[in-house]
């Protein structure tokens, strides 16, 4: 089955705490992103990455680190986080080849709680 | 500035009321527009994409429709497993451009 798999899906830290949000897709996809999610503001992208060993930023990448190493992963790194980023987090993936859909895939979220 | 606004934020449907949601863009390179359903703690689930003025897209009770600077999603007859939020993102360039949502609660 097609997807986008991210680890883990809840998770409660403290402040500080250095944490990683895996995340993999089985797609042969060429992009990937993450993003977070916040009542009433809605996704905002935080990283990008069009291909392996390219990263750019996004609208918040203030207090995120991401690498890609492999085609198929991109975690989210929090080297020191904060309560701010209490938030749901997504990562997606899509295919940028000439012709194809398009589409954002979605992984099912993970919700972090930074205390 | 490229941004995505959708209307209204939320709606009150009572099952078999036909209504509309809104989704409009100022983005410039539109490549594509798209509408997402997501269920509370869950991720985004496509639905449809539409690329140019006129085109329409249906899967059950829901229409997609474009013009040059909105779309709309009609939602027909619908049940209360219809409730949900429904996202509209626009591709300009390489970036996704979403909008906040549109909650949607229908009632038996």
């Known amino acids: 089955e097609a997807q986008v798999t991210q680890n883990p899906r809840y998770l409660i830290t403290v402040t500080g705490k250095k944490l990683t949000v895996t995340c993999s897709q089985n797609m042969n996809h060429e992009y990937m992103s993450w993003y977070r999610q916040d009542p009433g503001l809605g996704l905002r992208q935080i990283y990008y990455s069009m291909n392996v060993e390219v990263t750019d930023k996004g609208d918040v990448p203030e207090g995120y680190k991401v690498s890609r190493k492999e085609k198929r992963n991109f975690p989210l790194i929090l080297e020191s986080p904060s309560p701010n980023q209490t938030s749901l987090y997504f990562c997606?993936?899509?295919?940028?080849?000439?012709?194809?859909?398009?589409?954002?895939?979605f992984g099912a979220g993970s919700r972090l709680t930074v205390l | 500035e490229d941004q995505v606004t959708q209307s209204p934020e939320a709606l009150r449907l009572q099952e078999g009321e036909s209504s509309s949601l809104n989704c409009s863009y100022t983005v410039s390179g539109l490549r594509g527009l798209f509408w997402y359903r997501q269920d509370p703690g869950k991720g985004p689930e496509f639905l449809f994409t539409?690329?140019?003025a006129g085109e329409e897209k249906e899967k059950e009770r829901l229409k997609a429709t474009l013009t040059k600077k909105e779309s709309f999603l009609h939602i027909t007859a619908p049940k209360p497993e219809d409730s949900a939020t429904y996202l509209c993102?626009?591709?300009?360039?390489?970036?996704?451009?979403f909008g906040t949502g549109t909650s949607l609660t229908v009632i038996p």
């Open positions: 539409l690329y140019s």
């Open positions: 993102a626009v591709l300009g360039g390489n970036q996704f451009y």
């Open positions: 997606a993936s899509r295919t940028v080849r000439v012709g194809g859909a398009n589409v954002l895939t």
